[in-house]
């Protein structure tokens, strides 16, 4: 018979909140101003990847004093982005990074309350159905305790 190996769920945990998670000391953005190119700035993302990245160099090239934008990781198994942006002077890329990020935060929060809305009335119309013996009470024989596969889009 073969070894086994037994792990403990708290050390997978561990292993992956290392990941994203800050240690001590480290900061999650650091900032390199590129010497030879004017209104240049390189942006050191920790415990990031490319979600994070693509959105935000996407935001950013269509930020209208953002002359270029750009991410890339060096390794897939560093959890480091690096992000350079250059502007046309008229703010910082700092200041254009804040900004867009700041924009996004905003945008998604917005999508989330409406995702909230859109559940609750979700959950709001099939308490109904329930209640007045709509097709969740009896529906189609053979369609099961929730009506029609599919129904309410789930």
């Known amino acids: 018979m073969m070894g086994s190996v037994n792990y403990r769920h708290d050390d997978n945990l561990q292993?992956?909140?290392?990941?994203?998670?800050?240690?001590?000391?480290e900061?999650?953005?650091?900032?390199?101003v590129v010497s030879g190119m004017s209104n240049c700035s390189?942006?050191?993302?920790?415990?990031?990847?490319?979600?994070?990245?693509?959105?935000?160099?996407?935001y950013l090239r269509m930020a209208p004093h953002v002359m270029f934008a750009a991410y890339k990781i060096a390794h897939p198994n560093v959890p480091e982005v690096q992000l350079r942006i250059q502007t046309d002077g008229t703010l910082t890329p700092r200041e254009?990074?804040?900004t867009i990020c700041k924009q996004l935060v905003a945008m998604y929060g917005q999508l989330g309350r409406e995702f909230q809305k859109?559940?609750?009335?979700?959950?709001?119309?099939?308490?109904?159905?329930?209640?007045t013996g709509g097709p969740a009470a009896g529906g189609a024989p053979g369609a099961g305790a929730g009506g029609a596969p599919g129904q309410n889009g789930f």
């Open 27 to 32: 900061k999650k953005i650091t900032e390199k």
């Open 118 to 131: 859109e559940l609750a009335l979700r959950q709001y119309a099939d308490q109904g159905e329930n209640a």
């Open 15 to 25: 292993t992956n909140f290392e990941l994203f998670v800050l240690g001590e000391g």
């Open 96 to 98: 254009a990074l804040v």
């Open 42 to 58: 390189d942006f050191i993302l920790l415990k990031e990847d490319h979600t994070l990245g693509n959105l935000i160099s996407v």
